[in-house]
């Protein structure tokens, strides 16, 4: 008897010793909760999933988008109102095929046709990382958007046309690092949903991949290497210094993009800014530029003496500027656009230079939508897209009056 129950709770000690192993086995480590914290910060999670400072990632955001609105999802381990309630498999499907638990498909502006690329085990580091939120109770809303837009049936037949679910495929003449970008860019970093021109449907149109897309009455430029208008001037350092503090000596982030900038580039590992640097600096143009016909003599004289009023003292006669304080005009990729929302944008709206732990400084630019007219603004944004050597399609009157409307 002694022995059959030696046996037993013998039997009962290891069993035991079994589970508390399992269990411990399933705690993430901390490099893996570090590894999924940098995968959300390069991922920019926080900008959609945030509406509230005070309650990280428990959603609310509303996302507007061509075919009405979207609310972004809590993603805290409120097992009600969160993602708590998920499994490994549930979270998994709905990064990489856009599907809820309940079998339910999402929208696109979750951008699970990039988050596809990403393997399991970023997938997993990422849950990980979201574990250790705090719960907070957030329900998620409905979206708002245009009938019939609003059946989530329809995403089947969306996904079946423009949906190509699949592992990023690195190139193996490549380097490390390009692959490393490559995956950064086109996986969880998701920079084409922005910048990648969308068809009818809201799809990209992947032939012509990070060439600049209108996105919120602003312009997110071109990433390619277009002379004019991409970042074909651009070095490696000059790209991971914008990245990393949101100006360079080329150009300052404003818009959306200095969004991006606060919520994850200026928060990624030095080695993961660098590889996206290295990815963005080999790509080659993938559309032609624009031939320009340039505004005529009272056109140029109109926006100089506009700009001799009120942007001279800033930006000096030559467009010079102060670089990484007062942007430069000469040379300005994004000045030079086909698109001028984002100059129309800033000349309305004007702008505060974002700052980040390397560039705390601030600058400013202030609003003249008040001081001058749509006439005044098309002729001094013509000046500067078309002096000191830019060139870039006439802005009328009539584009200037939609962009002011955009911004009311």
């Known amino acids: 008897m002694r022995t059959i129950l030696a046996v037993v709770l013998l039997c009962g000690a290891v069993g035991s010793a079994a589970l508390a192993g399992a269990a411990a086995a399933a705690e993430p480590s901390p490099e893996l909760i570090a590894y999924g914290k940098a995968l959300v910060e390069a991922g920019g999670c926080a900008g959609c999933h945030t509406a509230d400072p005070a309650k990280p990632f428990a959603g609310g955001k509303r996302i507007d988008t061509p075919f009405g609105a979207i609310y972004a999802p809590n993603l805290t381990p409120d097992r009600d109102t969160g993602i708590g309630g998920w499994s490994d498999a549930d979270f998994k499907r709905a990064l990489r095929t856009g599907t809820a638990p309940d079998g339910s498909l999402y929208y696109p502006a979750f951008p699970y046709p990039y988050f596809t690329k990403m393997t399991k085990d970023d997938t997993l580091a990422i849950r990980a990382w979201l574990g250790t939120l705090a719960p907070v109770v957030n329900r ?20 079946y046309l423009f949906f190509k679910p699949g592992l990023y495929e690195p190139d193996q003449t490549k380097g490390a690092a390009w692959n490393r970008g490559g995956y950064l860019v086109n996986g ?221």
């Not at 998620?140 to 009938?147: A, F, H, I, V």
């Not at 990433?223 to 004019?228: F, H, K, N, V, Y």
């Open 140 to 159: 998620n809303r409905p979206p708002e958007l245009r009938w019939p837009l609003g059946h989530r049936g329809l995403m089947r037949a969306w996904n």
């Open 188 to 408: 969880p970093g998701h920079c084409g949903a922005c910048h990648t021109p969308k068809n009818y449907f809201g799809a990209d149109k992947n032939a012509v991949a990070l060439s600049g897309s209108e996105i919120g009455g602003w312009f997110a430029p071109r990433l390619d290497g277009a002379t004019r208008t991409g970042l074909k001037s651009w070095s490696v350092e000059d790209i991971a210094e914008y990245l990393q503090s949101g100006r360079n000596a080329k150009s300052h982030a404003g818009g959306p993009m200095a969004e991006v900038i606060v919520n994850s580039t200026a928060k990624m590992r030095d080695a993961d800014v660098r590889a996206i640097a290295v990815y963005l600096n080999s790509l080659p143009s993938v559309r032609r530029e624009t031939n320009v016909t340039p505004p005529d003599d009272d056109e140029m004289k109109a926006g100089q003496a506009v700009y001799a009023r009120f942007c001279i003292a800033c930006h000096e006669a030559d467009g010079s500027g102060a670089p990484r304080i007062y942007p430069p005009l000469p040379a300005n990729a994004l000045l030079q656009s086909n698109n001028p929302s984002s100059t129309l944008r800033i000349i309305l709206d004007g702008a505060h230079t974002v700052t980040t732990p390397r560039a705390p400084n601030t600058g400013e630019m202030p609003a003249y939508a008040k001081q001058l007219s749509d006439e005044q603004i098309a002729a001094v944004t013509n000046y500067i897209r078309n002096s000191w050597g830019n060139a870039a399609p006439l802005v009328t009157p009539a584009q200037v009056a939609k962009a002011r409307g955009q911004g009311q």
